[in-house]
Every structure is written in C-alpha cells, then in structure tokens.
C-alpha cells in the first residue's frame, strides 16, 4: 500500500528541524497498511498541571496521519495535506512515552481518511483522532 520510496530512516529524515523533532517525535513502525510512532511526555508535552498536553497528541496523530498518506502516493505527481482532524482524550500521562498507531478508513483518489489511536506504555488508549487528508495534484 506504502510507496516504494516509504522507510523508517527517509520517514525520519522529513521531521528534521521541525516541530516533529522539537517534540521528540520518532516513527518506529512501518507495516503494510500501518505506521506507528512514539513521543516522549516530558517538559516539551506538558501542559502547566504536568500531564500530557491534548494539544501534543493532535500533533503526534497529525503527524501519522499525515505521514501515512503521503506515503500513500507518489510524490513527484501529488501530496497530502490535512483538511480536519478530531481527538477524544481518554486518559493521562504524566511521564514515558505514548505510542500512536496509524490505520486507514478511506483511502481515495483525493480524499484519505486515517485513524489514530494513541497509547500509553501500559498499551492503555490515552487518545483517539480521526484525520481526513486531501490529495492533491503538483502542478
């Protein structure tokens, strides 16, 4: 389902200098139809009480999401950006790690729909998002 070009170390390589690294986000996982990632909880993904900040598992999950459909086509003749995404927050983290794992709904000509669950080390759902990508042609 993944493009040929689709590996844990180019995968990688697209987060460099940006909020991806910044928060110690790395993808750890590439299957068939899945990609998974981990982020550390700690004073980057905080928020002020001392638990994981929502706001950085909607980044984690934006992140896999978004990955997983751009892995999904080729890159010189079309790219994915978000259009909406959604989080229910179950759970707290206070330290750690959570992990997110990426799974298609929907994967289209010009739309892509991706569900992440996100789960802390006790593999206990912390977070689950819904993210719908656009597909778009390069000009």
Same mark, same amino acid.
């Given at each position: 389902?993944?493009?040929?070009? +689709?590996?844990?170390?180019?995968?990688?390589?697209?987060?460099?200098?940006?909020?991806?690294?910044?928060?110690? !986000?790395?993808?750890?996982?590439?299957?068939? *139809?899945?990609? /998974?990632?981990?982020?550390?909880?700690?004073?980057?993904?905080?928020?002020?009480?001392?638990?994981?900040?929502?706001?950085?598992? $909607?980044?984690? +999950?934006?992140?896999?999401?978004?990955? +997983?459909?751009?892995?999904?086509?080729?890159?010189?003749?079309?790219?994915?950006?978000?259009?909406?995404?959604?989080?229910?927050? !179950?759970?707290?983290?206070?330290?750690?790690?959570?992990?997110?794992?990426?799974?298609? !709904?929907?994967?289209?000509?010009?739309?892509?729909?991706?569900? /992440?669950? !996100?789960?802390?080390?006790? *593999?206990?759902? $912390?977070?689950?998002?819904? /993210?719908?990508?656009?597909?778009?042609?390069?000009?």
């Amino acid at each position: 389902m993944f493009h040929p070009k +689709a590996s844990l170390e180019f995968i990688n390589q697209l987060g460099k200098n940006t909020l991806v690294e910044h928060l110690g !986000i790395e993808i750890t996982e590439l299957g068939n *139809d899945f990609l /998974i990632g981990k982020m550390p909880v700690d004073h980057r993904t905080h928020q002020p009480l001392g638990m994981l900040h929502g706001g950085a598992s $909607v980044v984690l +999950a934006e992140t896999l999401g978004s990955i +997983a459909a751009t892995m999904t086509v080729d890159p010189d003749e079309q790219f994915c950006v978000g259009l909406d995404i959604n989080a229910n927050h !179950i759970k707290s983290v206070r330290n750690g790690f959570v992990y997110g794992k990426t799974t298609p !709904i929907h994967v289209g000509k010009k739309t892509q729909v991706w569900e /992440i669950r !996100i789960t802390n080390e006790e *593999d206990q759902l $912390v977070c689950i998002s819904r /993210i719908t990508m656009a597909v778009l042609d390069r000009k």
